[in-house]
């Protein structure tokens, strides 16, 4: 059913999914969204399956207008919703009537919101998955005038309004993190200062980042040897070292292979963080964790972070 | 050999450089890899030397992966003999299609004629693929031909162009920026994803090129 329409858009406003999944070995990243957590977030608050459709505004801002009642919940960072003189906080969800306006107002504090609408976006899927891949041409971005099509709550709306989401309890946001990484399989590839730089220094993000990747800048970490790499598969959080020093995390949209050593992985409880980091603004830290710790932080935080009803 | 790349992915090294006998063994080890579906296991990308398997963590952990992994490898000596599948590539060399030809036969002291026989003469195997949906990586290329990559890449290469680099060979299945010599054009579509089958070539499959002339696409 018809729910929304896009009155204005600016920067980098996508559908996002949990992701492309069954074509990296034909080189499709995975995409997705940048910030799992909240993309998974904003679905469980409207009643939606977790790897439902949701909307990502990064990078700009965008105002809808509600075709009819609805129920919305926006979460991430570096966002604000604003209805006329209301402000609606972030991890809620929130009931619009037909005819209002929504705008996501960007603000300091992180990169990217999640809008999810109960009964969750209904977009033709390519490639098995909803989620736009502007690069590869897979779906489309979002632009004024569109209107977009819901399927069918999974409740009452008056039940899928007003949930809030403990955040603060499950994912520590902040412009200082301390992001958590595996060692990487080319790690002997650098000195032992290089691992200590790595570990010890603080990273800024450049400002030139996307959803491909994030280009991060502080004291330089050197290689043993050369620093080109025989072509391998990598994933979302590996942090490629070309021969400059400066580190390169892949996000979201990252080719599905790379020729620079990885001297670490971010893990997935970690990314969140990252991708909420300001350009020029946050102190990026990394401290290793072993590959048992990351997956049981995953299942843990998997099983207890849940949407609270009113 | 079996490393942790990220907490949902599992890197298996079968050697470190390009090399058709290591690339075969990746190509074997995700065949066999494929043929079982289990669950918790997303999908695989088989590259020159490794093969990387993505899982979900919530349902397995790196000492299942790598156990079942560990177990695959040491049947892929059986089955080494799986015959590959093989395609042709009609290709438009030199002129406005591949404008790249007249520097590489001059840079490397041969005719034009001579660049054009030497790719076409060889097949080649997708090594891998990556860089952009569809794109097979091609080797080996005849070092006869091998050639640096361009000091400046273009910003806009068409979509079927025939491109050369070091010791390897590729086609651009969409228009996108490129650091490859281009030698040729092919008019076939290499990714299409709303088709049945999206992508023209697989990682392990067999390629040979074919000139063909100026008005024949």
Known sequence: MTMLEVMEVSGMVTFQDSGRYGFASYGVPTSGPMDWFAQRAANQLTGNPSDAAVIEIGLGEAVFRAKRNCVLAVSGAGYEVQNYIWIFPLWTSFFVRAGWHVRLKKKSGGNWAYLAAAGGFEVEPVLNSSSTYLRGGLGDSIHAGDVLQCGKPSAELMKLAARNFPVEKYMPYSQSPVIEVIAGPQKDRFTDAGWQTFLNSEYTLSKAFDRMGYRLEGNPIAHRASADLTSEGMTMGSIQVPANGQPIVMMADAPTTGGYPKIANVVKTSLPLLAQCEAGVSKIRFQEITVEEAQKKYRDINAAAQVKAP | ?217
């Open chain 2, 1 to 217: 050999m079996f490393k942790p790349l990220s907490d949902s992915a599992l890197l298996v090294e079968l050697g470190d450089k390009i090399d058709p006998a290591i690339n075969q063994r990746v190509h074997a080890l995700n065949a066999l890899l494929q043929a079982k579906n289990i669950a918790g296991i997303i999908e695989t990308v088989p590259a020159y030397c490794t093969l990387l398997i993505h899982y979900n963590p919530l349902i397995l952990t790196f000492d299942q992966v790598t156990l079942w992994a560990r177990d695959k490898l040491t049947q892929v000596d059986d089955s080494l003999n799986r015959k590959p599948r093989q395609l042709e590539v009609p290709t438009r060399y030199g002129g406005a299609s591949g404008p790249d030809l007249e520097t590489v036969a001059v840079s490397k002291g041969i005719s034009a004629a001579d660049v054009v026989r030497i790719h076409s003469e060889r097949e080649y195997t997708v090594y891998m693929m990556g860089f952009t949906p569809g794109f097979p990586y091609l080797g080996t290329l005849d070092e006869r031909l091998a050639m640096p990559r361009l000091e400046t890449p273009r910003t806009l290469v068409k979509a079927g162009s025939v491109a050369i680099a070091g010791s390897q060979t590729g086609i651009y299945p969409l228009d996108s920026p490129g650091g490859w010599h281009l030698i040729g054009w092919t008019p076939l579509n290499l990714f299409d994803p709303h088709s049945a089958s999206p992508f023209l070539f697989a990682p392990g499959d067999v390629v040979k090129f074919n000139p063909i002339e100026d008005d024949h696409a």
